[in-house]
Nanobody, 122 residues
Framework: QVQLVESGGGLVQAGGSLRLACVAS????????MGWFRQAPGKEREFVAS????????HYADSLRGRFTMSRDNAKNTAYLQMNRLKVEDTAVYYC???????????????WGQGTQVTVSS
Protein backbone atom coordinates (compact mmCIF):
# COMPACT_ATOMS: atom_id res chain seq x y z
CA GLN A 1 0.00 0.00 0.00
CA VAL A 2 1.45 3.29 -1.10
CA GLN A 3 1.53 6.08 1.47
CA LEU A 4 2.72 9.64 1.17
CA VAL A 5 2.91 11.50 4.47
CA GLU A 6 3.57 15.21 4.57
CA SER A 7 4.93 17.09 7.56
CA GLY A 8 6.47 20.44 8.43
CA GLY A 9 3.49 22.68 8.02
CA GLY A 10 2.47 25.23 10.60
CA LEU A 11 1.99 28.89 11.38
CA VAL A 12 4.69 31.33 10.29
CA GLN A 13 4.91 35.08 9.93
CA ALA A 14 5.19 36.68 6.54
CA GLY A 15 8.79 36.75 5.44
CA GLY A 16 9.62 33.56 7.29
CA SER A 17 10.53 30.11 6.06
CA LEU A 18 9.27 26.56 6.34
CA ARG A 19 10.50 23.25 5.05
CA LEU A 20 7.96 20.60 4.21
CA ALA A 21 8.80 16.93 3.97
CA CYS A 22 7.00 14.07 2.26
CA VAL A 23 7.92 10.53 3.21
CA ALA A 24 6.87 7.81 0.81
CA SER A 25 6.38 4.12 1.49
CA UNK A 26 5.06 1.14 -0.40
CA UNK A 27 6.69 2.07 -3.68
CA UNK A 28 10.09 2.00 -5.35
CA UNK A 29 10.71 5.63 -4.56
CA UNK A 30 13.55 6.31 -6.98
CA UNK A 31 11.37 5.38 -9.94
CA UNK A 32 8.78 8.07 -9.18
CA UNK A 33 8.67 11.72 -10.10
CA MET A 34 7.55 13.69 -7.07
CA GLY A 35 5.48 16.83 -6.99
CA TRP A 36 4.09 19.41 -4.60
CA PHE A 37 0.71 21.07 -4.99
CA ARG A 38 -1.30 23.43 -2.83
CA GLN A 39 -4.91 24.38 -2.36
CA ALA A 40 -6.01 27.58 -0.70
CA PRO A 41 -9.51 28.01 0.75
CA GLY A 42 -12.04 28.53 -2.00
CA LYS A 43 -9.48 27.95 -4.74
CA GLU A 44 -8.52 25.09 -7.00
CA ARG A 45 -5.49 22.99 -6.34
CA GLU A 46 -2.44 24.38 -8.07
CA PHE A 47 0.93 23.02 -9.05
CA VAL A 48 3.90 24.15 -7.00
CA ALA A 49 6.93 22.10 -8.06
CA SER A 50 8.12 18.75 -9.36
CA UNK A 51 11.39 16.89 -9.33
CA UNK A 52 12.85 14.17 -11.48
CA UNK A 53 13.58 10.68 -10.24
CA UNK A 54 17.27 11.46 -9.78
CA UNK A 55 16.64 14.89 -8.31
CA UNK A 56 18.71 16.63 -10.96
CA UNK A 57 15.79 18.30 -12.72
CA UNK A 58 13.16 20.48 -11.11
CA HIS A 59 10.19 22.38 -12.45
CA TYR A 60 8.36 25.20 -10.69
CA ALA A 61 5.26 27.27 -11.03
CA ASP A 62 6.45 30.53 -12.54
CA SER A 63 5.10 32.60 -9.67
CA LEU A 64 7.02 30.60 -7.08
CA ARG A 65 10.38 30.16 -8.75
CA GLY A 66 13.09 31.79 -6.67
CA ARG A 67 11.28 31.48 -3.35
CA PHE A 68 10.52 27.75 -3.28
CA THR A 69 13.03 24.95 -3.76
CA MET A 70 12.19 21.29 -4.15
CA SER A 71 14.66 18.51 -3.42
CA ARG A 72 14.65 14.82 -2.66
CA ASP A 73 16.67 12.23 -0.80
CA ASN A 74 16.18 8.85 -2.41
CA ALA A 75 17.99 7.11 0.44
CA LYS A 76 15.29 8.39 2.80
CA ASN A 77 12.32 8.11 0.43
CA THR A 78 11.69 11.76 1.15
CA ALA A 79 10.91 14.85 -0.88
CA TYR A 80 11.28 18.34 0.50
CA LEU A 81 9.89 21.77 -0.24
CA GLN A 82 11.90 24.67 1.14
CA MET A 83 9.73 27.77 1.23
CA ASN A 84 11.37 31.14 1.83
CA ARG A 85 10.10 34.72 2.06
CA LEU A 86 6.63 33.39 2.69
CA LYS A 87 3.64 35.56 1.90
CA VAL A 88 0.11 35.57 3.28
CA GLU A 89 -1.09 34.31 -0.09
CA ASP A 90 1.03 31.18 0.36
CA THR A 91 -1.47 30.03 2.97
CA ALA A 92 -2.85 26.69 1.80
CA VAL A 93 -2.88 22.96 2.35
CA TYR A 94 0.22 21.55 0.69
CA TYR A 95 0.10 18.10 -0.87
CA CYS A 96 2.81 15.88 -2.22
CA UNK A 97 2.24 13.46 -5.05
CA UNK A 98 4.07 10.67 -6.85
CA UNK A 99 4.01 9.70 -10.50
CA UNK A 100 5.51 6.71 -12.29
CA UNK A 101 6.87 8.68 -15.20
CA UNK A 102 10.05 10.22 -16.55
CA UNK A 103 8.85 13.75 -17.16
CA UNK A 104 8.59 16.61 -14.67
CA UNK A 105 6.09 18.58 -16.73
CA UNK A 106 2.46 17.83 -17.55
CA UNK A 107 2.53 14.96 -15.09
CA UNK A 108 -0.47 12.86 -14.16
CA UNK A 109 0.13 11.80 -10.59
CA UNK A 110 -0.71 8.35 -9.33
CA UNK A 111 -0.62 8.86 -5.58
CA TRP A 112 -1.36 11.73 -3.22
CA GLY A 113 -0.71 12.53 0.39
CA GLN A 114 -3.23 13.88 2.88
CA GLY A 115 -1.70 17.32 3.01
CA THR A 116 -0.18 19.62 5.58
CA GLN A 117 -1.51 23.06 6.48
CA VAL A 118 0.68 26.10 6.00
CA THR A 119 -0.61 29.37 7.41
CA VAL A 120 1.26 32.61 6.88
CA SER A 121 0.25 35.51 9.09
CA SER A 122 0.75 39.19 8.34
Amino acid sequence: QVQLVESGGGLVQAGGSLRLACVASGLTYSTYVMGWFRQAPGKEREFVASISRSGYTTHYADSLRGRFTMSRDNAKNTAYLQMNRLKVEDTAVYYCAAALTTSVVNVVYDYWGQGTQVTVSS
